[in-house]
């Protein structure tokens, strides 16, 4: 099993890779429970792609890096995708790079599990995740984890971080397996029986 993270962070280090490693580190263990061997985990950097992302608007295909960027994200049974705050949104590198991934190859993300998470200055920007992330994602027809991840810079020490950690990566851990946590629907469809047209144009007549 294969887990990847796309982190967008742009400095060395990266409170945004720091996400995506502590976000790795508890989905990893728990997507192969109760096997001991944890899954897969691979991290790409797309600061280091950030010229062969450019090129491949300019020139129409993926450079070698890239394109085995592309190839890893589309393998993978699951992915974390983290990026900083700019603008209120996420950073145009990391659009950038799923933009040209969905021109590449347009159903790389369908059906696939994806936690998303971001990294700001603040907490006021904490609704990025679901004004902007999840909408991006769902576009590219991804199943989005219900708990996104949002880390402020006062978030990090604090306690209330890794219960978020927590709960998200069990969330996609739980996906990977292919394990639901919803639970089945009872009762009856109101589709199941449909009264005839007739019989409701019939109920409407005036007696006599």
């Keep these: 099993m294969r887990l990847v993270v796309v982190s967008a962070g742009l400095s060395v280090p990266s409170s945004t890779r720091l996400l995506g490693d502590r976000l790795a580190a ?24 950030a010229v062969e992302i450019a090129h491949t608007f300019t020139n129409g295909f993926p450079g070698r890096a890239l394109a085995g960027a592309f190839d890893a994200v589309a393998g993978a049974d699951g992915l974390i995708v983290v990026t900083p705050v ?4 996420y950073s145009g590198l990391f659009k950038s790079f799923f933009d040209a991934l969905s021109v590449t ?12 998470a971001a990294t700001g200055g603040t907490a006021r920007h904490s ?82």
């Design 105 to 116: 190859d347009p159903e790389a993300l369908a059906g696939k599990p994806v936690l998303i």
């Design 26 to 49: 508890v989905a990893a263990p728990a997507a192969t429970a109760p096997e001991p061997q944890p899954a897969d985990v691979e991290v790409i950097e797309l600061r280091d792609l």
């Design 86 to 89: 700019f603008s209120a949104s």
């Design 127 to 208: 609704l990025v995740l679901d004004h902007a992330l999840r909408p991006l994602f769902s576009h590219l027809k991804a199943v989005v984890v219900p708990t996104g991840v949002y880390a402020a810079s006062e978030d990090w020490g604090a306690e209330g971080l890794n219960g978020r950690v927590e709960r998200a990566a069990g969330e996609l851990a739980a996906l990977m397996a292919g394990l639901s946590t919803a639970r089945p629907l009872t009762g009856r469809d109101s589709f199941e029986e449909v009264t005839p047209f007739e019989e409701r144009l019939a109920a409407l007549r005036p007696a006599g």
